[in-house]
């Protein structure tokens, strides 16, 4: 069976034109390594965003660190402003079961009291197992179950989604 | 014979020695220290890995800064620690040490930090313990001392980056030095060109040239051009015998001054393991100066031990829980 993934690109575009309104002076923005931190990259930009760019390594705060160990990829979380009483766009590149957000959520109020975080993501693929929510989608899809749904960027930045399936 | 440190996944299962640790796990080791450095300087220092896990500190010798710089790593990994000062336990009871730790183990600790006077220490324990729990060598007789040397490297790579153009000197008491193998043999798994050990003939082991580093019983001679200096301490209570003349003595040979340091690279770091015996191995111009590193290192300590602690913790799918 061979779904049909969206063109990522233009996926962006549009989450990117629907952030427009949202965005304040006092808006910052944080995303979650690696894929979501590259979209927020690029919205941060586009978005003309003053405050630097956070990204968070949400490994420390994984569920399964129990059943599958430390992720051996641990990059260092940079949070270059001080969070508390901030307005927070927090950005991934797929949502699925909202562990990774639950994980996230859990570090940033390590680092203080956000005044709100919303969530922003590139996909939504459904499949929830907790009960997590984004404010801002760029596109739903459907996927197989348990199938591996990744984006990637190539060396000319540009982002594209890509299925494995099991 | 499969390495006494790995499960059968070859995933890290005890950390005892750095000689015979793959250099992959090496430098995830410092890898994920680095992260860990970041969450020392947060708001709250914790994160939850070790949430619900017991770490048990057991020290048969005695060590404030090790045991202090492990217990930190564990809370802030937010387990629960346990220090036994066993010296003053149950063993001058008659009990021994695998009782000992079958009894702890029966307390259900997760993980064992031990310190002991025996070389092989942690190695017994790590053969005898069930496949869920995790043994960290703390320093055993003159064998090993595996965070020591790690953070030591860390440290190294904070400040030089790259291994591969090094000369580093290791000065002092050699011969008692556990510190001095860990590092030894974390350096050359790391691929360090020149290692230097600096010392009378009286403090070094015999055979140490075979550890890949080159012998110079002239200070002088030994620092010149080198990046790193690492002073140790002249461990007074390991030795037997006359082994030097007088601590006056072996400052005058051995002991670093700001004089000496001029002989090494300008932008040479001096480290220290610590306990300091100022006057003896060390000047107090050098320790407290603009090149030293020493205090920096305990800070690292505790983010290498973090590393160590939360990857051993973890599961994986071939290693049950319980």
Redo the contacts between chains.
Sequence with gaps: MSVALPDAEKVYTDLCARLKQAVTAETVMIGIQTGGAWVAERLHRDLGIATPLGTLNISFYRDDYSSSGLHSNVRPSQIPFDVSGKRILLVDDVLYTGRTVRGAMNELFDYGRPDTIELVVLVDRGERQLPICAQFIGATVSVPKGAKLDLRRDDAGRLSLHLEEK | MRNPQLNEKG?LQHLLNVEGLPREHLV?IL??A??F???TE???K????LRGKSVFNLFFEPSTRTRTTFEIAAKRLSADVINLNISTSSQSKGETLLDTIDNLAAMHADMFVVRHAASGAAHLIARHVAPHHHVINAGDGRHAHPTQGLLDAYTIRHYKQDFTRLSVAIVGDILHSRVARSLIHALNILGTPDVRAIAPQTLLPTGVEQLGVKVFHDMNAGLRDVDVVVMLRLQNERMRGPLLPSAQEFFKCYGLTAEKLTLAKPDAIVMHPGPMNRGVEIDSSVADGGQAVILPQVTFGIAVRMAVM??LG????GRS?E
């Design positions: 995933e995830r890898d994920t680095a992260s450095v970041g969450v947060r708001e709250v914790k994160v939850p890995l939360s990857i973890g599961g994986s799918a829980e």
